[in-house]
């Protein structure tokens, strides 16, 4: 067992509740100055920028039809980028539950439903999801992230990347943000959706989709719940001090997915000017969360925990508890420890839901199973967010 007050302590994390220049944040108006400036640290020296240029965005329904035996209506939805001389188009697939379901649904609110925006690997694993989430009542919006942006160093010619132009070196954006910038243009059309209730958006994505849906929820305060499933190294993962992959593992393996300044911490993460409890500090006060497997080693579940303790003073600061380790049911009968933190000992298959950053960590391996998905809800349902 890891006892994770010593960790913590170890670690020695950056200060996340004082300026650059030393001075101490003490008040929400401070924050507020101190997050622009957590931002701006964060897209120079890992994510990079996504040019702020002046764009038109235009959608055409290209399919509709009806799905699951009648439960849903799915629509294929293409969205079109235009700046200059520059457009890109990529698909959405939306699914809306049918009437029918949605007055049978208790998550259904004065007609509106909670929405899943899901950043996704593979078009067939999203329809048992898509089906799963249509019979507990969310509207889902899938993107496959290939078709944004092809995973793989390609000169940034492919996709979305060649939308915007490239002029600011090593601080360009990375995959990552840009999957991440095109899913909140996404929610731009799901917003228009009369089904859509837009106080309850929820952005979730698995490894280094759970990297950019943490990142997307980060720079998109329209999204109330963010969900980060194994998202390890570059994502959850506090840097310092982390087990199994390091800077030096993204950056030789996956350069593509981050800005330049970033190779330049390879081997030297404590020298880094920030670490991933500065991007969870971001989505404070909305919700985070955090789910993780027992035997993924590489993606650190004890660097994740530490860095959702580290991020909590933030949540704090605007009355609210960040993570809580008052435990809640188990998914198992046979009760494994993770951890101790102080009195609270982390238990596999434990449901952490009572503050605003959730969190579990199930048996198992590197995936978005069952299992998380039904605990998930469960947070959505308890929280209504």
Known sequence: MRYLNEEMKARKLPELMRFASGKPVSSVADWELRREEIRQILCKYEYGFVPDLPVDMSWEVKKKAEVFGAKAEQSDVEITLRSGDRAFTYPVQIFV????????????????????????????????????????????????????????????????????????????????????????????????????????????????????????????????????????????????????????DLTKNFPFWFCGNFAEYANREGELPFD???????????????????????????????ACKAASPVYELYGEEGLSLKPGRSIYKKQEELAEWGDSTIQIGRAYHEGHIGYHVRRGTHSLCREDWQLIMEYRDKTNS
């Open 97 to 248: 539950p049918t009437e029918r379901v949605r007055a049978a649904s208790p998550r259904t609110v004065d007609g509106k439903l909670p929405v899943f925006l899901y950043i996704g690997f593979n078009n067939e694993h999203s329809r048992w999801v898509a089906e799963e989430l249509i019979d507990n009542g969310y509207l889902l919006a899938y993107i496959n992230y290939q078709e944004v942006a092809p995973d793989k160093e390609d000169g940034f010619e492919g996709g979305v990347s060649a939308f915007f132009p490239r002029e600011q070196g090593k601080e360009d954006p990375g995959k990552i943000a840009l999957w991440a910038d095109a899913a909140s243009r996404a929610l731009d059309y799901v917003l228009t959706l009369p089904q859509a209730d837009p106080d309850r958006i929820a952005v979730i994505g698995h490894s280094r989709l759970g990297k950019t849906a943490l990142f997307c929820g980060a720079m998109d305060d329209r999204i109330g719940l963010t969900i980060a499933n194994d998202s390890g190294a570059g994502g959850v993962a506090v840097h310092r001090g982390k087990e199994g992959e390091h800077v030096s």
């Open 276 to 306: 991933q409890h500065f991007v969870i500090s971001l989505i404070a006060p909305r919700r985070l969360y955090v789910a993780n497997a027992q035997e993924d080693l590489w993606a650190d579940p004890c660097s994740e925990i530490i």
